[in-house]
Structures are given as structure tokens and as C-alpha cells.
């Protein structure tokens, strides 16, 4: 019986174990381009940077961004054709109201953009700096930083950066469940 029961907790832990292992953070980075205007207060089209509160995003009429270069879990972006560009939100950067899920969309990937800064004061030409998480199948959510830069003097190119950060050395949920269920296991195997 005494058997029968250290048999059972074990598989017991074994199961639970197995089920915390956290998923994979997203690693890489992805360059992104496309067009955009500078939208002042009154909801009007800028070409002073210094006026612009928000930006609108502009690829050929559309809100999309076509994926320049790509590396680590982002690799193989850069082939999607022109039909299956990027998806990419207007926002207000002066004060972002609230967090912008999905903010961009490309294959897999979403982006929720949730802090965002200006670090220019010129007068033709926009410096964002962002934080957020970045989501995709397979993967956790991932702290990332995002910058974007572009020329205000009409219908402007942006470049888009998104990175993904690695956060090593702060422990995970699932190892800390894994490190408890060991420790449990210690104890309950001296009352067996």
C-alpha cells in the first residue's frame, strides 16, 4: 500500500509538472515601413510636427505597413507579398488614452501598444518611443520596444522597429509552481 501510494503522488506531480512549463518568449526584431500624416488637434492633416497629437496611417489609402526586414521568430515576414500586408492602428501619441490591442497585426503577431513618448521637438519630423507586449501562438506574451520615425512634410514614410526583450532572471510562474510541487514532494516523502 505504502508503494501503491508514493507510485500515485509521484505520477500525480509528474502530471502537474508537465503542465506548468511556460511557453517561449518572442524573440527578434521586424523593420517596418509605410506612410502616414501628422494629425494636429482639430483632427486636421500637419505637415509642422510640432502640431501633430496623433498619427494616421496611410499605405496607398489603407492602414497597413509592409514588413522590410525581419530576424529571429519574425524571420520569413519580409516575403509576404503585397496582398497580405500588416495591419496597423491610428493613434493618438500626445496622451494615449488607454492601451491599443492588436495596434499592429502581421501574420501570427499582434502588438498591444500600451506607453508611448516623443523624443523629438523638430518641426518636420516625428521620433516615437514605445513600450508593449507583443502575442503570437505558441509563444508568451513578450515585453517589447518599438520605435517610430518620419518626415511630416506631407504624406510621410515611417520606419517602424519593434524588439522583442529578453527578461531573463526573472522567474516564471511555471518555475516557481515546478520549484514549489519538488518541494512539496520533499516533504510529503518523509511522512510516507
Do not use: H
Not at 509538472?17 to 494636429?40: C, H, K, Q, R, W
Not at 516615437?128 to 512634410?153: K, Q, R
Request: hydrophobic share 45%.
Amino acid at each position: 500500500m505504502k508503494y501503491f501510494k508514493r507510485l500515485a503522488l509521484g505520477g500525480l506531480l509528474f502530471a502537474v509538472a508537465a503542465n506548468v512549463f511556460a511557453l517561449p518568449l518572442v524573440s527578434g526584431t521586424m523593420e517596418m515601413s509605410g506612410s502616414f500624416y501628422a494629425i494636429d488637434a482639430s483632427g486636421a492633416r500637419t505637415s509642422n510636427a510640432n502640431n501633430a497629437i496623433a498619427i494616421d496611417f496611410d499605405f496607398f489609402g489603407m492602414d497597413k505597413f509592409r514588413v522590410n526586414s525581419a530576424e529571429g521568430d519574425f524571420s520569413g515576414l519580409e516575403t509576404v507579398d503585397v496582398s497580405t500586408l500588416g495591419d496597423i492602428k491610428d493613434f493618438q501619441f500626445a496622451s494615449l488614452p488607454a492601451p491599443i490591442s492588436d495596434f499592429w497585426v502581421v501574420d501570427k503577431f499582434s502588438f498591444e501598444l500600451k506607453d508611448v513618448i516623443r523624443t523629438n521637438s523638430s518641426s518636420s519630423f516625428i521620433d516615437l518611443v514605445g513600450t508593449g507586449v507583443i502575442t503570437a501562438a505558441g509563444f508568451a506574451g513578450t515585453d517589447a520596444t518599438w520605435t517610430l520615425s518620419g518626415d511630416t512634410s506631407g504624406g510621410g514614410v515611417f520606419s517602424w522597429s519593434a524588439s522583442a526583450e529578453d527578461v531573463t532572471g526573472v522567474p516564471e510562474p511555471g518555475m516557481l509552481a515546478l520549484l514549489s510541487i519538488g518541494l512539496i514532494g520533499l516533504g510529503l516523502r518523509k511522512k510516507f
